[in-house]
């Protein structure tokens, strides 16, 4: 077996499903939130227990779509074909969801929420699962996870520009959210048939099929992932938590909720510009010390952030454009890391779990931000702040604001480094590993 390193062409074409799957995830949790509220008459209180349930049925249907992914096989291929099927659920789900009728209501809210859950879920884990196969070099999964992630900023570029442009104070006529509504339906079919078509079927280093208990006990074994998982996981909640607070920081703490969507907006500007960035540095001092060093930079700036107040608004907008360039490491690196590790488990196990692994790095990603709403919304709420845009706070609460977007993420984020400095699968480690693999 020889480690072939994927065209830029075919990394162009894998990479445009990921623009569509990514305009899904912002609006499902931050607008269609609001936009059910204010135009149908369901309580907040409703939408957050239907939102809370949706989450619990993923800790169900993670592991059991990344199984299937492993496990369903056809003439077509495993990972594309299982990929190609799941289509039509998600976009059809995502363009009822955003584009709802003049009657809408909960049961209605319900049943496409589940679905778009289901279907992107369905779609995620065999798209990840198939890069990671079919780029099998150290560096060669950097670029291919550069050019994903990088798709995956753009959707979520138009996925917040999208639905303000178009309006989403009404829910009658081609709204902001139904233009998002159409891009989807459209472009995810589209770019699904485009990359089956172009990019080919990943080679199968299966050997033999683990039963369920043998499969835990060997990613139980497997301390690279334990290691990077730990990481990611600490990682993740510190990136959560300032993401929590975003719009409270900057329209309470800074005064200027005018400039909310702006900020916003920057900050993933400049996060695909971070994206070279991550793969440049990567291939001068590896994958786990480039995403430490970006870590650290990280750190160094909300540490300053903290001291901001009412009327910083060009300093916060220069934090704002240098944690976005150090997002497109976080998005860039670990992906290409997790792929390494897998290749470790199918050493050992003679499965390529390939799927298993990444619908548990999808159930660490939303733990993080489960915990972050755990721990932040509750302390605020201790300080005395008011979540009422119109309200007074008193200096206690935004103070606690200041302490909790600023420096809360720089603990989780220092142990992360901690764990990750001297991570024993670098470069060499990763090449003795792949012609142990072609044997």
Same mark, same amino acid.
């Given at each position: 077996?020889?480690?072939?390193?994927?065209?830029?062409?075919?990394l162009?074409?894998?990479?445009?499903?990921?623009?569509?799957?990514?305009?899904?995830?912002?609006?499902?949790?931050?607008?269609?939130?609001?936009?059910?509220a204010?135009?149908?008459?369901?309580s907040?209180?409703?939408?957050?227990?239907?939102?809370?349930?949706?989450?619990?049925?993923?800790?169900?249907?993670?592991?059991?779509?990344?199984?299937?992914?492993?496990?369903?096989? +056809?003439?077509?291929?495993?990972?594309?074909?299982?990929?190609?099927?799941?289509?039509? $659920?998600?976009?059809?789900?995502?363009?009822?969801?955003?584009?709802?009728? +003049?009657?809408?209501?909960?049961?209605?809210?319900?049943?496409?929420?589940?679905?778009?859950?289901?279907?992107?879920?369905?779609?995620?884990?065999?798209?990840?699962a198939?890069?990671? !196969?079919m780029?099998?070099?150290?560096?060669?999964?950097?670029?291919?996870?550069?050019?994903? !992630?990088g798709?995956?900023?753009?959707?979520?570029?138009?996925?917040?520009?999208?639905? &303000?442009?178009?309006?989403?104070?009404?829910?009658?006529?081609?709204h902001?959210?139904?233009?998002?509504?159409?891009?989807?339906?459209?472009?995810?079919?589209? @770019?699904? $048939?485009?990359?089956?078509?172009?990019?080919? #079927?990943p080679?199968?280093?299966?050997?033999? %099929?683990? =039963?369920?208990? !043998?499969?835990?006990?060997?990613?139980?074994?497997?301390?690279? &992932?334990?290691? $990077?998982?730990?990481?990611?996981?600490?990682?993740?909640?510190?990136?959560?938590?300032?993401a @929590?607070?975003?719009l409270?920081?900057?329209?309470?703490?800074?005064?200027?909720?005018? /400039?909310?969507?702006?900020?916003?907006?920057?900050? &993933?500007?400049?996060?695909?510009?971070?994206?070279?960035?991550?793969?440049?540095?990567?291939?001068?001092?590896?994958?786990?010390?480039?995403? @430490?060093?970006?870590?650290?930079?990280?750190?160094?700036?909300? +540490?300053?952030?903290?001291?901001?107040? #009412?009327?910083?608004v060009?300093?916060?907008?220069?934090?704002?454009?240098?944690?976005? /360039?150090?997002?497109g490491?976080?998005?860039?690196?670990?992906?290409?890391? %997790?792929?390494?590790?897998?290749?470790?488990?199918?050493a050992?196990?003679? #499965?390529?779990?390939?799927?298993?692994?990444?619908a548990?790095?999808?159930?660490v990603?939303?733990? =993080?931000?489960?915990? =972050?709403?755990?721990?932040?919304?509750?302390?605020?709420?201790?300080a005395?702040?008011? @979540?009422?845009?119109?309200?007074?706070?008193?200096? %206690?609460?935004?103070?606690?604001?200041?302490?909790?977007?600023?420096?809360?993420?720089?603990?989780?984020?220092?142990?992360?480094?901690?764990?990750?400095?001297r991570?024993?699968?670098?470069?060499?480690?990763?090449?003795?590993?792949? %012609? !142990? /693999? +072609?044997?």
């Open positions: 077996m020889t480690d072939t390193a994927p065209t830029t062409s075919r162009l074409f894998y990479a445009l499903p990921a623009l569509p799957l990514a305009a899904i995830a912002l609006p499902f949790y931050i607008v269609v939130p609001t936009f059910y204010d135009n149908f008459g369901i907040l209180a409703a939408i957050g227990g239907l939102l809370l349930a949706i989450r619990l049925l993923d800790a169900v249907t993670d592991p059991l779509f990344g199984w299937l992914s492993d496990r369903v096989r +056809s003439g077509f291929g495993r990972r594309r074909f299982f990929f190609l099927i799941s289509t039509p $659920l998600t976009a059809l789900s995502a363009f009822m969801l955003f584009w709802p009728p +003049s009657d809408a209501g909960i049961v209605y809210l319900a049943i496409w929420g589940v679905a778009l859950s289901i279907g992107s879920t369905w779609s995620l884990l065999p798209y990840t198939w890069g990671a !196969e780029a099998t070099g150290y560096q060669d999964r950097v670029r291919l996870s550069g050019w994903r !992630e798709a995956t900023l753009v959707g979520s570029l138009l996925a917040i520009t999208l639905p &303000f442009a178009g309006g989403i104070d009404t829910a009658s006529g081609f902001g959210l139904a233009w998002l509504a159409v891009l989807i339906a459209v472009a995810l079919p589209v @770019s699904a $048939l485009v990359a089956v078509w172009r990019v080919p #079927e080679v199968d280093l299966t050997k033999r %099929q683990l =039963s369920i208990g !043998e499969g835990i006990r060997h990613l139980g074994r497997n301390k690279p &992932f334990l290691r $990077l998982v730990a990481a990611f996981l600490l990682n993740s909640f510190a990136n959560a938590v300032p @929590s607070l975003f409270y920081f900057v329209g309470q703490r800074l005064g200027r909720p005018d /400039l909310q969507g702006l900020l916003l907006f920057t900050y &993933f500007l400049c996060a695909i510009a971070g994206v070279p960035l991550a793969v440049a540095m990567a291939r001068r001092v590896g994958k786990h010390r480039a995403w @430490s060093v970006a870590m650290l930079a990280t750190c160094l700036i909300f +540490s300053v952030a903290g001291f901001l107040g #009412e009327g910083d060009i300093p916060f907008a220069i934090v704002c454009a240098a944690t976005g /360039l150090l997002l490491f976080d998005l860039t690196l670990p992906a290409a890391i %997790q792929a390494d590790v897998i290749d470790n488990d199918t050992t196990s003679g #499965e390529q779990r390939t799927g298993l692994y990444f548990a790095w999808s159930f990603t939303k733990l =993080s931000v489960a915990l =972050s709403a755990g721990i932040v919304f509750p302390l605020l709420d201790i005395g702040f008011v @979540s009422n845009p119109t309200a007074v706070q008193t200096p %206690q609460a935004l103070t606690a604001l200041s302490g909790l977007y600023a420096w809360l993420p720089i603990l989780p984020k220092l142990a992360a480094v901690a764990i990750m400095w991570f024993s699968l670098d470069e060499a480690a990763h090449a003795r590993l792949r %012609q !142990e /693999l +072609s044997r």
